[in-house]
């Protein structure tokens, strides 16, 4: 077995890349996933393990083993996994996968969808609220029209809590977005505070796309415009506006309220 104990091995330094740069995830179409429970999710999820990186003190060959029969195992030093991991407690092991293809076309839904789309989210947290909300309500897919973070980031993957791995995720441009929705027959609705109705007296079950955007600016004139009908959480306080992974859960849990959860 593979042993790595210098954290200038050229490898080493490929896997910090990964970490720290979009780009060279998109040329080399891996990522680093971090922690035990992560990987096992992402394995289950269909995700492809190349290589399992190990800290003998923390985690035992044989557990490391466990995770991935045909990944690549390389034992690694302290130094080297306190250079690569994002958190200070974690089991010890670290994997690069594969990432998947997150085009429209490669989404299998139901008959009858409930889908989430958030327009140009940024923070990784939200993002990662977002993923955690739809996979507790298991949506159909989510899908991330213009895209401002590759889903990619180590923080999303952290933030996600695993879920990057138990949805169904597309990216595309807004355009893409409604023209496969309409070509889909799925109804739109828009949160938005232009020209909209109560959230509540809408009729989420048929097959339906749930769209948020950004809290600073809000959906496009673009997806306002595609709506079947643009939809309101009413407040009552001084601000109009909320976290936008709580008022997807709001209209989500709504939706699965109508169909019966």
């Known amino acids: 077995m593979k042993q790595i104990t210098s954290s200038q091995n050229p490898f080493i330094k490929s896997l910090v890349l990964l970490q720290e740069k979009a780009k060279a995830r998109k040329q080399s179409g891996t990522f680093l996933i971090e922690g035990k429970r992560e990987i096992e999710i992402a394995m ?74 958030a327009e140009a989210p940024e923070k990784p947290g939200n993002i990662g609220a977002l993923l955690r909300t739809a996979d507790a309500a298991n949506l159909d897919a989510v899908i991330i029209a213009n895209p401002k973070s590759d889903l990619y980031n180590p923080n999303i993957v952290r933030s996600s809590v695993g879920c990057l791995f138990t949805n169904q995720i597309a990216t595309g441009t807004t355009t893409e977005i409604i023209a496969f929705l309409k070509e889909q027959k799925i109804d739109i609705y ?29 959906l496009t004139q673009e997806w306002r415009e595609a709506a079947t009908q643009n939809i309101i ?21 709504e939706a699965k309220r109508q169909r019966g959860f």
């Open 44 to 117: 289950k999820g269909g995700y492809e393990m190349e290589t399992i990186l190990f800290l003998p003190e923390l985690i035992s060959e044989t557990e490391a083993r466990k995770l991935s029969k045909s990944a690549e195992l390389i034992e690694i030093s302290k130094d080297i996994y306190q250079k690569l991991a994002y958190r200070d407690t974690t089991e010890g092991i670290l994997a690069v996968a594969k990432t998947k293809s997150l085009q429209l076309s490669d989404l299998k839904l139901s008959e009858n969808p409930l889908i989430l789309v």
């Open 233 to 253: 959480i009413p407040m009552q306080g001084e601000i109009d506006s909320m976290n936008v992974s709580v008022a997807a859960a709001i209209l989500i849990f």
């Open 190 to 218: 828009c949160a938005t505070l232009q020209n909209s109705t109560s959230y509540h007296t809408q009729d989420y079950t048929t097959s339906t796309a749930l769209v948020v955007g950004t809290e600073a600016t809000g």
